[in-house]
């Protein structure tokens, strides 16, 4: 009764009735029943996200991986381990007035997955792992022939050369915006709870501030709430 | 002063002047500065395994990876990423009465780090791995020459031929104890409360019931602390 009572009350927000996809946390990539590949993420910036477009009224799916912080409250909550789980998902909540990609996804997966624990061999031995690319969601959904987002916005995890580099993914991808930060172990923005990004879109590069994620997250879902309304 | 009240309190338990060093949790062995493979392990046999000898009165060093669960209270806390890492922890808190090597500690590491993301290749060109072998911490402590804790116990997680592989393990590490367990995913008991066990010492295999991690933990120190007694 209270979720609902809040969701009245939100339901007059400026993301009213819009449907809005977030994903966040890492991949796992399994190797065999006990390893795993992952991408170092805690989930904060993307649970944030998924939190300010809510407030803002908007309905959102949450396509979360195994993140380190609990998923919000009042959104719809996906729970996936890989990245072909959460394209599964991404697509299964379409259609939607916008996406925010804000997971760390991983690029590759082990094609050589193996059903049981792979035993370290004598003589020093190793494994041979195979990989293979997994899919792309973030330039999937962003050149959807039909049903497309109207507005599709991509995260840049970048240890050097951000701006570029993400200037060249928003390319690439053919996503509208994309969010870019320097995770680099020096700025302490993995795994802690500020950020500093760079918006980068038709428009150009907007660097922000360094600030609470919570702040990224509610600047950035005030702006999505523009962009949909113009 | 709670704490210490209740220090004063366990050094009257059966394992009170005892040192023992228990590892637990993952390790994560990094790919790059945003990738990492890791085992599976919430840490809550090993954390559970530390609160009981604790409980006993025990001086316990805890090495802990990143694990899911918090590390327990009234134990030295020393929190480590890699193999490598762990080891070096492992014999910092020697000399010990005993040593329990609850963690699953990653096998191989990626020999060929890079200290930059790396990048997706157009054309799906994928990224090449070299692997290295870890230290065997387990098999390392069993075989000292001088200054071996009285009593190693060594796990081994496995998804078939649990038997078998347990005791073949036990005779290489040359360990005294192997706590065994099937962690195949049908069984729930990776990442679940419960565990079922078998304890394999020179006195042969006893196979435990299915009971909860907290009741496998207190049984094990119980027996720790006969042993060491006799």
Not at 6 to 26: D, F, K, N
Not at 73 to 87: D, F, H, S, Y
Not at 200 to 223: F, N
């Amino acid at each position: 009764a209270i979720v609902e009572a809040v969701r009245a009350e939100l339901s007059s927000g400026p993301l009213s009735g819009r449907r809005i996809v977030v994903t966040s946390g890492p991949t796992h990539e399994p190797i065999d029943p006990v390893r795993y590949i992952a991408n170092r993420s805690s989930g904060a910036q993307g649970t944030a996200i998924a939190r300010a477009l809510a407030a803002l009224g908007a309905e959102v799916v949450f396509v979360t991986g195994p993140a380190d912080v609990p998923p919000p409250e009042g959104v719809e909550v996906v729970q996936v381990q890989t990245a072909r789980q959460m394209l599964e998902a991404v697509e299964a909540a379409l259609p939607a007035d916008a996406a925010v990609f804000a997971a760390a996804v991983a690029d590759w997966r082990v094609s050589s997955e193996s059903g049981s624990k792979i035993k370290k061999q004598p003589g020093g031995v190793l494994p041979v792992m195979e990989f293979a690319e997994n899919p792309d969601i973030l330039a999937g959904v962003s050149q959807m022939k039909e049903g497309r987002p109207g507005l599709v916005v991509g995260f840049a995890a970048e240890t050097d050369d951000v701006l570029a580099h993400a200037t060249a993914k928003r390319a690439r991808k053919g996503c509208d915006w994309i969010v870019a930060n320097d995770v680099s172990p020096a700025t302490g923005i993995m795994g802690g709870t500020e950020n500093a990004v760079v918006l980068i879109s038709d428009a150009g590069a907007e660097e922000w501030p360094r600030m609470g994620k919570d702040e990224v997250a509610r600047r950035l879902a005030t702006k999505i709430s523009g962009a949909l309304a113009g």
